[in-house]
T-cell receptor
Framework: ETGVTQSPTHLIKTRGQQVTLRCSSQ?????VSWYQQALGQGPQFIFQ???????GRGNFPPRFSGLQFPNYSSELNVNALELDDSALYLC??????????????FGPGTRLTVL | AQTVTQSQPEMSVQEAETVTLSCTYD???????LFWYKQPPSRQMILVIR??????QNATENRFSVNFQKAAKSFSLKISDSQLGDTAMYFC????????????????FGKGTKLSVKP
């Protein structure tokens, strides 16, 4: 069973640029959630994708957007990067059904630095 | 809105001893899950233990146990026989549970407690 993977591991961008982060969900999982973890803070929920549609969003502006593909992998896109976007971005996958608790399994994260 | 508070930014414990990490939360929901996650220096977040709010019995996983006080909205983690590998950031988290049994997608995390286990 393959775990959650994320790419790239590290990324450096400048203010105003755009970035795409990628996540491959754990085998058999159909749901991907994205979190932003600023230095010294707990992760904050950005959004979740289920069956290729956004299914819940946290308090993040529209310049944070995402996609989920038919194989359930996902992308997080951030436009017009700001210095405060510097953080560890975590992806978590889960198997969602209506009747069961769906544990989220986390990837190792992508460290984004905005200069 | 739900909030999760961890009032201990850092703690340390001697190897083989017991340590308790504190967590309080605020919610108007009656149906939810509570979690403790561990994030070692390697960064990968790992689930340590889960508690369902409708269950009165405290969850236990090997050396890890919780003290869940629903009325007080308190959820502490006890680590017994601490090991060097327990050194990590520990996050308390909340997730709303729907009445039909499914759960809302987003975890709400506290700011974390940095635990150091000393030899």
């Amino acid at each position: 069973e393959t775990g959650v993977t994320q790419s790239p591991t590290h990324l450096i961008k400048t203010r105003g640029q755009q970035v795409t982060l990628r996540c491959s969900s754990q085998s058999g999982h159909n749901t991907v959630s994205w979190y932003q973890q600023a230095l010294g803070q707990g992760p904050q929920f950005i959004f979740q994708y289920y069956r290729e549609e956004e299914n819940g969003r946290g308090n993040f502006p529209p310049r944070f957007s995402g996609l989920q593909f038919p194989n359930y992998s996902s992308e997080l896109n951030v436009n017009a990067l700001e210095l405060d976007d510097s953080a560890l971005y975590l992806c978590a996958s889960s198997w969602r059904t209506g009747d069961n608790y769906n544990e989220q399994f986390f990837g190792p994260g992508t460290r984004l630095t905005v200069l | 809105a739900q909030t999760v508070t961890q009032s201990q930014p850092e703690m340390s414990v001697q190897e083989a001893e017991t340590v308790t990490l504190s967590c309080t939360y605020d919610t108007s929901e009656s149906n939810y899950y509570l979690f403790w996650y561990k994030q070692p220096p390697s960064r990968q977040m790992i689930l340590v233990i889960r508690q369902e709010a409708y269950k009165q019995q405290n969850a236990t996983e090997n050396r890890f146990s919780v003290n869940f006080q629903k009325a007080a909205k308190s959820f502490s983690l006890k680590i017994s026989d601490s090991q060097l590998g327990d050194t990590a950031m520990y996050f308390c988290a909340f997730m709303k549970r729907f009445d039909y049994g499914g759960s809302q997608g987003n975890l709400i995390f506290g700011k974390g407690t940095k635990l150091s286990v000393k030899p």
